[in-house]
């Protein structure tokens, strides 16, 4: 049975600067053997393998930083500077924030050590939050961040509890997702919001994965998650994925910038989406 230790609680207090409610925030230990990494996914998500001694260990529970008591959610380098306007919304949707994760998770303790389920709910918190940040905080690119974590755990919890049905939230935020990417990428051509402010793109946390890794992102996840229903939809899409990915192999050499595992994963997706979109058309 594992039973070693996989996080601590961080030294210094920090303070909710919505209700004011202090904690210490819980950190992730590495080293001794408790980051036993797998695969890279298509999704440029990193996979860990269980051991005897730590169990699963899932490192993307804990990035963003929730106030136990009012749920405020925000990546650690927004989550205590707001303009005024930012704490009055987000002070204002405390209840609606609670009521609808509560519909998603009814026992949530974010006092306690985190589990599956509150690493779900600090990505989807963090989204709601961000609707209310200022253009300065990249709030597009922070929502659509995590919905493909939240996404990505909740295939996890889906993992150990298919009769739960948390694949069908997984496929939700993985969707949510590629819209939100496709929107970071508007505007930041629009010059709404610059992702060349973004310190570290991820998506995981293991890799910055830049520019190019968003506009991977895109493809694969408008390729998988993306719209189906209907076919010219789909064709639009599908087109938007292509362009977005043929940007990344279009060079055809790796680098710093792009490294080879992720222009490798460019052209298996470009030919994923070119075949989907013969298929679609008749090679039209």
Known sequence: MAEGKVSYRAKN????PICGYEFKREELLTGGGRMNAGELTDELHRVYLSTQKFGDVYPLIYPVSVCPHCWYAAYPRHFEELTAEEHSQIQDSIGKRKNMIKSLFKNLDFDKDRGLEEGISSYVLAAQCYEYRVPETNPTFYSGLSFIRGGWLAKDLHDLMPAENYDYMSRIFLRKASFYYGEVLEKDRNRTESIEDVPNHGPDIDNNFGYDGVLYLLGVLLLKYGQSDDSSRRISSLKEARSAV???????????SKPSALLELGRELHKKIKKELEDITGGA
Request: glycine letters at 14%; a positive charge; aromatic letters at 0%.
């Open 246 to 256: 043929a940007r990344i192999v279009g060079m055809g050499k790796s680098s710093k």
């Open 13 to 16: 207090d920090t303070v909710c």
